[in-house]
């Protein structure tokens, strides 16, 4: 059974050694705030709890050498537990934002693709009137599927499906090859 040493407040004994390491700490932040973490201040306060829990564990009034070597050992675990645990969490964030990226990507592939087929299609309509040069075309979209025309335009000719005749003005004519008006 664990005894509860007779507590007196104000009485709590801590070595020479603790009680200089966070002195020279603080000293340092005074002195040269940009040679040390701020934060290292929490880590030394954590110790020396600890440290006391583990004197108050073992039924003592007084923090010695053991206590405050093993506190260390168990901040050190702690540290590297926590830094591990945030390089996980950025490992898998960064995933996440891979992750949104690609499909933002997809939809924008995706929309490309049904401009580009809606304005083939329109183009394909177009050219069943008549032929038509690539002017009167760009007006005969809408102006989302405009930037499509040409590419529409160079690849059913490579399809065979429209040909080029000749140019009026500084615009090339297209309409459907014989085929595909029949």
Not at 56 to 66: P, Y
Not at 86 to 103: F, G, M
Not at 144 to 150: G, Q
Request: glycine share 4%.
């Amino acid at each position: 059974m664990l005894t509860v040493p007779d507590w007196q407040p104000g009485h709590l004994g801590v070595l020479a050694v603790v009680v200089d390491e966070v002195d020279r700490f603080q000293l340092a932040k005074l002195r040269d705030p940009d040679s040390v973490d701020p934060l290292d201040g929490r880590l030394l306060l954590c110790r020396l709890k600890v440290a006391a829990a583990l004197m108050a564990l073992d039924g003592r009034t007084a923090v010695d050498v053991s206590d405050w070597v093993l506190a260390g050992v168990v901040m050190e675990v702690s540290s590297r537990t926590r830094e591990a645990i945030h390089a996980a969490t950025t490992v898998r964030a960064v995933a996440e934002i891979h992750r949104q990226a690609d499909e933002v990507d997809q939809r924008s592939e995706r929309i490309a693709e049904k401009k580009y087929q809606r304005c083939r299609a329109r183009v394909l309509t177009i050219l069943e009137d008549g032929p038509a040069s690539v002017t009167a075309l760009r007006r005969s979209v809408r102006s989302d599927l405009r930037p499509n025309v040409e590419t529409v335009l160079s690849d059913l000719e490579a399809g065979h499906l429209v040909k080029a005749s000749a140019t009026m003005g500084d615009s090339t004519r297209y309409h459907l090859v014989a085929e595909r008006a029949a």
